[in-house]
């Protein structure tokens, strides 16, 4: 329950100070590579003895510290005391890295590092008018989730659905290797043993493979009835409708929908992800069996090829996640629905780099954020109950399985605003794509226009042209002349 309040409580935040972790990422973003850079270039002064260690420890404490102090607003005596109390030269012991300072690839990684810096700052500069967007995007996520609150019940529905199978295919999977055939020793004693001609593991690698298969069936259509109840929710004309709607069961119609037209899309979409994995985890079975071979080329090679397996796994569920959204938005097949993302991404590649790193880093944050809390929670409940004396070894085991369900159900929660945030963005993108703002108006809010292609300057134009192409073919007579001006009049405003 506490994983549940705070869940909710996590998703309220984000709609409220999403603008504030969108700076503070950016923020640390650039403070972190800037201290670094100036950290790789210390070592590497003291390294050549540019720079006398000793020297850098006095000026830090009695130069740069107490001034950083003064302009904070406190006097140099109670800087004074600060410093006393914590030796400022600890600081620099710290980042005292005696390997760093006598590798001979010193200046070629503060140069690199230096460069990539240069071009992280580059990057967030030139993307600002993208860090605006997402900010907005997530806006209009939480307002698509608060306008359907119903949505949040579907993850428990998913997870539902997941532990019965998972429980089913356990069942029937322990059945499979119970399997024995019975055999009669000299001694005339029956003993049941496996049986070399149907070996059991070539009897659950299909089962293994069913059971990966409808997991992400389940999964993938999550994400389809989610996207269709964004979607439909965006492409509804109306402030009013988008401000003010409060839909309970949002998913009904778009749950019918998948039944009826989107079943076979995510079938085909579920079952390449389950080949992927399943493919892993053979692998990953020779691996292990190659470990004992002692053969360090085939482990490598075997490393090498599990690395590049896992990281063709992300590729393939984040083209997958997006070719739902597409399936869900416009009733394409899975094929061509993968094809159309895969479009609407590349031509807003920009947008679409900055929205991952952002939305998954601020997610991230709340998903750790709920399992801290009901971890602390849950150790303080036990510290009371049992004592301040009581060893930690007896409450260690379930505060570590009330976080891992915490995490559970801030995943689950946490994946709705990531698939909101998803389909809006496609939405946002397919609507700059298909629309002008004249003649075929934006279904975007105007917050999102501004973010459009060409900005407002463009759309004005493009409306006004609309506007006098619609004029030069009906001449209106005098007494239409008014309201034809009227109606331009509001159409830029």
């Not at 509804?236 to 899309?265: E, F, M, Q, V, W």
């Amino acid at each position: 329950m506490i994983a549940l309040g705070v869940s909710f409580a996590m998703i309220v935040f984000l709609q409220l100070f999403y603008r504030a972790l969108v700076v503070i990422l950016v923020f640390l973003s650039s403070l972190g590579s800037l201290s670094f850079t100036a950290f790789m270039w210390y070592n590497y002064a003291v390294a050549i003895g540019a720079v006398n260690e000793a020297d850098a420890k006095h000026l830090l404490q009695t130069k740069l510290l107490p001034t950083v102090l003064v302009a904070a607003g406190n006097n140099y005596s109670a800087a004074a005391t600060n410093l006393t109390a914590f030796n400022t030269g600890q600081l620099l012991d710290m980042l005292t890295f005696t390997a760093i300072r006598e590798s001979n690839y010193l200046l070629p990684a503060s140069v690199a590092v230096t460069i990539a810096t240069v071009i992280i700052l580059a990057v967030l500069i030139w993307s600002r008018k993208s860090l605006l967007l997402v900010a907005s995007l997530f806006e209009e996520a939480s307002l698509s989730v608060f306008s359907m609150p119903g949505m949040l019940l579907q993850p428990f529905i998913t997870l539902s659905l997941m532990l019965l199978a998972t429980v089913y295919f356990f069942i029937v999977g322990s059945y499979i290797l119970s399997i024995r055939t019975a055999n009669v020793d000299n001694h005339g004693m029956v003993r049941f043993v496996e049986d070399p001609a149907t070996p059991q593991v070539l009897l659950a690698l299909p089962h293994l493979f069913c059971w990966l298969w409808i997991m992400q069936f389940f999964s993938g259509c999550q994400k389809v009835i989610l996207a269709s109840a964004v979607s439909r929710w965006f492409f509804t004309r109306g402030a009013k409708l988008k401000k003010c709607h409060l839909n309970l069961c949002p998913t009904c119609a778009d749950t019918r929908d998948l039944i009826l037209y989107n079943l076979g899309s995510v079938a085909l979409g579920s079952f390449i992800v389950a080949l992927v994995q399943f493919i892993r985890i053979i692998l990953a079975y020779l691996e292990r069996k190659l470990k004992k071979s002692k053969n360090k080329t085939a482990i490598y090679v075997m490393k090498c090829v599990l690395c590049c397996m896992a990281c063709f796994e992300k590729v393939l569920k984040y083209v997958t996640r997006n070719a739902y959204i597409c399936v869900a938005m416009y009733g394409d097949g899975f094929c061509s629905g993968a094809k159309h993302a895969f479009h609407l991404l590349l031509s807003n590649a920009k947008h679409v780099m900055l929205l991952n790193c952002i939305s998954g880093f601020c997610l991230f944050l709340g998903k750790v954020s709920v399992v801290i809390i009901t971890g602390f929670a849950g150790y303080s409940w036990f510290r009371t109950k049992l004592g301040p004396t009581a060893p930690q070894a007896e409450f260690i085991v379930p505060v570590t399985i009330a976080c891992f369900l915490s995490f559970l159900i801030a995943t689950s929660f946490l994946n709705v605003y990531e698939i909101a945030i998803d389909t809006l963005f496609l939405c946002f993108c397919d609507d700059q794509q298909r629309n002008n703002g004249g003649d075929r108006p934006y279904y975007s809010t105007a917050r999102l226009q501004r973010y459009m292609s060409g900005g407002a300057k463009k759309n004005k134009t493009m409306i006004t042209a609309a506007l006098a192409k619609k004029s030069a073919k009906v001449i209106p007579s005098k007494s239409t002349t008014l309201p034809a001006v009227s109606q331009k009049s509001q159409l830029l405003a």
